[in-house]
């Protein structure tokens, strides 16, 4: 996978990655955090508690899907988590470092996994958080609200309607 100007390539998590997917986490929540009236101590006690709890119910939930670092010229930028499934691809989470968004990296993986879905003539599905910016990416790279609740919309590209 790779683009014009930076090769992307995607590995398996490792054990030692660790630190390096809380951060990546954390990062997506940074907006959200600041407000609320925590010292730094207790805000990374939360998050890594948000954190365990989120991991925990990806493994149980998708315990088949693949579970990735995205790379970038062979530094680490972000996670991908995605299920292929036989009816569907499913993109159970996908996130960037805050330098690394808006660049091109996310679009072009996602891009990626579309004409891998295709290729088999499946859907890829997603939710995403309303507020979260990337939901407009998602609508520019051919993906529809399919349904929504008060916090996520539920997306999907089809290759049918492309």
């Not at 309303?130 to 349904?147: D, I, K, P």
Request: charged residues 20%.
């Amino acid at each position: 996978m790779s683009s014009d100007t930076t090769h992307i390539a995607l590995r398996p998590v490792e054990p030692g990655d660790a630190p390096f997917l809380f951060e990546v986490y954390a990062s997506t929540r940074s907006d959200e955090m600041a407000f609320f009236p925590l010292d730094e101590t207790q805000r990374e006690a939360f998050l890594k508690m948000q954190y365990n709890a989120q991991q925990a119910s990806y493994k149980m939930q998708y315990p088949n899907a693949d579970h990735q670092i995205i790379l970038v010229d062979d530094r680490q930028v972000g996670r991908l988590i995605l299920n292929r499934g036989d009816q569907e691809f499913l993109l159970v989470d996908i996130a960037l470092l805050p330098q690394y968004r808006s660049c091109g990296t996310g679009a072009s993986l996602i891009k990626d996994i579309c004409a891998e879905a295709a290729g088999k003539g499946l859907p890829v599905r997603l939710q995403v958080l309303r507020s979260n910016r990337a939901a407009l990416l998602y609508e520019r790279l051919g993906f529809y609200v399919t349904g929504e609740n008060q916090v996520h919309f539920q997306m999907e590209w089809h290759p049918n309607r492309q």
